[in-house]
Structure formats: C-alpha cells, structure tokens
C-alpha cells in the first residue's frame, strides 16, 4: 500500500479503475440491448459489436506511439475525454433504438478506453523501484478488473431501475411497448458510465508527466520510462 503514496501510481490506478468500471460495465449490458430492442441472433450480435474490437485494436497501438510525442499525461487525459464523449454519444444513440446511432458512440468510447491503457500502465511503473515492480506493474489490471466488478453491478442496477418487473420477452426480443423503457434504462446506465469517467479524468489531470517532452520524473529501472526530452 506504500505504493499508493506517490502521484505516479495513485493517480493513475484510479483513472484505470473508472475505466475498467465503464468499459466493462458496458460490454455486459450492450448484449442484451442488441438481443432485447434490436432482436438481433447470436450471430448478428457477434458482428455488431466488432467495431468496438476494431477501435481497440486501433486505439491501443496508437495510444503507445503517441506517447513520446505528446506526453503521457496529456494521452492519458485526452483518452479519458474521449471516452466521456463516446459514452455520451452511445447513451443519445441507444434513445434512437437503431444499429446505426449507436455505432459512433461505440467506436469514440472504445477508442478512447483503449488509448488510456499505455499511458495508465506507462506511469504506474515508471517510478516504482525495482524490487516493487512486479507490484506496481500488476496494479492496473488490478484496478481495471476491480472497477469492472463495481460499474458491471452499478450499471445494471440503473438499467434495472428503468425496466418494469412485468417486461415480457420472446426469443430474447423484449415485447414493443417496453423497448423503450429499455433503451432509456441503458442511456441512463451510459449516463452514470460517463460520471465514473469524469471521476477518472480528475485523477488523469492530477497524474504527472513522466513520458514525453518537459518529462521531468526519472524512471527508477531502466526501459520502463521511454525517452523525455
């Protein structure tokens, strides 16, 4: 818990716990909204969240060569306002009850949750010495999944309080007049998602620089603090 006193890793595990409470919170409830107001199989609902696995793809890679050029910090800050904005985006979208308004907000949230993992990690390590790195290497995931458990209950619980005890379903589809309870449910779960953001973009802004021009925190074991200048 030591660890926990120094600004490189607390600031950023609990960005990465916000993160993790949002993402994972989302991809729980996204299939039943595909399955329960779209109607979509197994199959279709398999093709209709790939583009979040393309923004991670994308966004992940990215975050990483970027972060030398600009700054860890400001990547981490810049991904967390993202995903905040994808988050707000995908809450309007679900309102819409249509495949293709919901598509921007899934790519602009996913991308921007990928593109903090290498800024959050990078800065977590960086001033650990090196008998605590295995540690402090561990914490974000430790975090990620911690917050995944909490947003995963939390926002289900909101997308529950939206949805009445007598809601029908057939084959998965919810019965028509109470889609639209649903879809309200999961913009006011995308909502709360956006607030836990918010809470993880004020720890992003109290994280230092430790990678990138104006660098001024040195890395404790060499390799793990990329170049400053």
């Known amino acids: 818990l030591g660890l926990f006193r120094l600004r490189t890793v607390s600031n950023p595990n609990i960005a990465g716990f916000c993160v993790g409470a949002a993402m994972f919170g989302t991809l729980l409830l996204l299939p039943f909204y595909f399955t329960a107001v779209l109607g979509y199989s197994a199959l279709t609902l398999s093709l209709a969240i790939t583009p979040i696995a393309l923004s991670f793809m994308v966004g992940s890679p990215t975050s990483g060569r970027l972060l030398t050029r600009v700054g860890s910090d400001r990547m981490m800050r810049v991904a967390v306002c993202t995903a905040i904005a994808g988050a707000v985006i995908l809450a309007a979208g679900f ?24 800024p959050i990690t990078s800065t977590v390590i960086h001033e650990v010495p090196e008998d605590r790195l295995g540690v402090a290497s561990s ?91």
């Not at 495949?99 to 602009?108: D, E, F, K, N, Q």
């Not at 990620?144 to 007598?166: D, E, F, H, K, N």
């Not at 990138?212 to 404790?220: R, V």
Request: hydrophobic share 50%; glycine share 14%.
């Open 95 to 118: 309102g819409t009850q249509s495949y293709g308004m919901v598509v921007p907000g899934m790519v602009v949230m996913a991308l921007g949750l990928a593109a903090s993992t290498a």
């Open 139 to 229: 914490l974000p995931n430790v975090s990620r999944y911690a917050g995944g458990a909490l947003g995963g209950a939390l926002l289900s619980t909101v997308l529950a309080m939206s949805v009445p005890v007598a809601v029908t379903a057939q084959d998965g589809l919810v019965a028509e007049p109470f889609r639209a309870q649903v879809a309200t449910g999961m913009r006011n779960a995308l909502l709360v998602a956006a607030g836990i953001l918010v809470l993880g973009a004020i720890a992003a802004f109290r994280s230092p620089r430790v990678i990138g021009p104006g660098a001024t925190i040195e890395a404790q074991v060499q390799g793990t603090g990329g170049r400053s200048r």
